[in-house]
């Protein structure tokens, strides 16, 4: 779970907050890991367009959202890319 706000003000009293929920799992075969990326609660007009994530220890062959090619970069044992929230797939 990650939460956002303005870090200054009392407005999430409010509902003036993002609240994210960012899961993974591993295929069976071990050979895919799914990973999603959802907004829970919108509250807050300064949400993320999109998110960088970092995976250490993960060589990827490819990643894709919504069976869409995702362009990713792997480097020094780490595959790094950018996406918007939804469902992922990267193929290890």
Do not use: C, W
Not at 15 to 24: I, M, R, V
Not at 53 to 80: G, R
Request: hydrophobic share 30%; proline share 2%.
């Amino acid at each position: 779970m990650h939460y956002q706000d303005d870090g200054k003000s009392f407005d999430y009293l409010n509902g003036s907050y993002n609240l994210y929920e960012l899961t993974a799992h591993l295929s069976d075969s071990g050979k895919e890991l799914y990973v999603s990326i959802n907004r829970l609660h919108g509250g807050y007009d300064e949400g993320y367009d999109s998110y960088k994530l970092i995976l250490n220890n993960i060589n990827a062959v490819s990643v894709t959202q919504n069976n869409v090619p995702i362009p990713f970069e792997v480097k020094d044992n780490k595959t790094v890319f950018t996406v918007e929230e939804g469902e992922l797939q990267i193929k290890l």
